[in-house]
């Protein structure tokens, strides 16, 4: 699977020998039950490709090949909470102290991390 020059390749489980594999309509050839199974398996994968895909699109957020895996293998990654978004941020800045950011700065955003935001966001 490729996506935006990103290719992850879990999906890759069958080997087939090149007079085996039709490139044009990018099927399993013959009818023997082997080729019957792998363009069925290939079939059913192709589905959930794309209504993933679809899914993600309806999102209307940025996402990678990592993100469309993970939602067809049915493990989407855990949305992130506001407390954990804030923490993520005070350690950022935290690390550009004196590039970016002040300390008395960074020990405001540190004091209304304690109670404040915790209290309202919960």
Sequence with gaps: MIWRGSIDDRFHVLRLKPNQWDAQKQ????????SQNINELISTQRSKCISS???????????????LVLLIKGEEKPEIGWLELFDKHLEHMKSRVGVDYSSSTV???MSSRLIPVAIFIR
């Design 53 to 67: 895909f679809n899914e993600l699109i309806k999102r209307d957020v940025a996402f990678s090949i990592q993100d």
């Design 107 to 109: 020990r405001r955003y």
């Design 27 to 34: 099927k399993a050839k013959g009818s023997s039950e082997l």
